[in-house]
């Protein structure tokens, strides 16, 4: 039986579950899952299409939040960032 009864735990927001992870641990999740804040190059507050985003098919939105890895693999048709 699923028990039904409400948490009285506060949810735990990214902020601050990042901010209580131990910096051992958090040095040992892979790049691609959690990048280093000082990677700058994997942005996820602008677009890397052309035309400020205009050469995508993908929502501003959509593209201001995926990492610019993901970006650059979304193939051009889709989202042109022009790389080859």
Known sequence: MANTKKS???PIRKVDAEKMTPQGLEDTIPDSIHPPEQNASDSTTKT???????ESILPKKVQEKVPESIERAVPNAIH????K
């Open 8 to 10: 009285k735990t506060p």
């Open 48 to 54: 890397h299409a052309k035309g400020d985003g205009e």
């Open 80 to 83: 042109d960032t022009g790389d």
